[in-house]
């Protein structure tokens, strides 16, 4: 059966650059990349390359590029550990009510321990308003932490704007670019952030390694204790093949990213022309024109999403229900529920997400048979409409 893939924002298969490159770091040039003989600086030098790679991805200085194991690493770094170096500032912590766990759970973690969590509303779009960040700040807020872009409904959130009051307040400004990068500009510079996560899993590279932009001077205190790798800011051998891998997988990222974006956005727009045309009782979710250029989620009334996912998978078409969240709960979304949608309404969502693999033809297959499915589930469903 052909598969047709339809879930780039849980994880895309590796570029074959990428494996390419990655395949000799992992029993020919295996050297510890802190080993002071020839095979350990091969890989030292290795190392080296591909944090320059990313640091250039970014507009970064090398020195503020520190490996991670991923997205969630990344964000429980920076947030727990800008809140350890700066609590004689004070204890006050702003982000959003829509952000991904690996952040939402270190800022419940550190509410725990006496810290003060302020989560932001959203619009309806999923929008945070800059000036609801202004005026949650005092004078004992030490960090804001809000994504560049949603990983369930798209929205892009307004960071340069965030980013000048941050700097007026003289705050500090994370961002979880795990989603947008690749698709969006994530110059450090330009967003104005002193930390950024991005997760190398999300931009055809391997699983397990992320990295976290850390802007020179921030004060941040590790999250993970042992050596004295990436400046004694996170201890543990490097993941050789993995790091390699990123630094690959970011440098075709930017040098792909005009002719990707085309190609996403084209494949997105007629994905949510085909559902919204032929499907009644649906409705896209997320800003409709500040989203990620592959992201089309959308509530159908009146059937489960998990129903759908089920028969869409059995034929061969794989894509993301909005409602269980990445942890595997069947809890509604706190996403959708911050924006508005009705518990019984989020139950029924879908998200679908394009990438470089995905053809024309695949949409058109999904379109030949989700209203077909939707009509069936409809027909059967306790919740149907009429019934
Ligand atoms: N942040 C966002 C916005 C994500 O979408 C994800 C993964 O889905 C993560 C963080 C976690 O990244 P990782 O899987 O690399 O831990």
Redesign the pocket.
Known sequence: MKKIYLDY???TPMHPAVSKVMQRYFSEDFGNPLSLHSIGQEARNAVEQARSEVANALGANPEEIIFT???????NFAIKGVAHAMKNKGYHIITSKI?????LEPCHFLQKSGFNVTFLPVDKYGMVDPDDVKKAITDKTILISI?????EIGTIEPIEEISKICRDKEVYLHT????SFGSLDTNVNKLGVDLL?I????FYGP????ILYIRKGTRILPLIHGGAQEWNKRASTHNVPGIVGLGKAAQLAIKEKDERVKHYSHLRDKLIKLILDNIADTKLNGHPEKRLPNNCHIIVKYVEGESMLLKLDAIGIEVATGSAC?SGSLEPSHVLLSIGISPEDTHGSLRLTVGRLTTEQDIDYVGEHLPEIVDDLRRMSPIGKGN
């Not at 997760?199 to 999300?202: D, L, M, N, Q, V």
């Open positions: 924002a849980a994880t194991s991923g997205g969630t690493e990344s964000d952000e991904h766990h690996a952040v994504m560049h872009a949603n990983n979880d670019a795990v989603q996560s997760s190398a899993h999300k699983k397990g390694v992320g990445s």
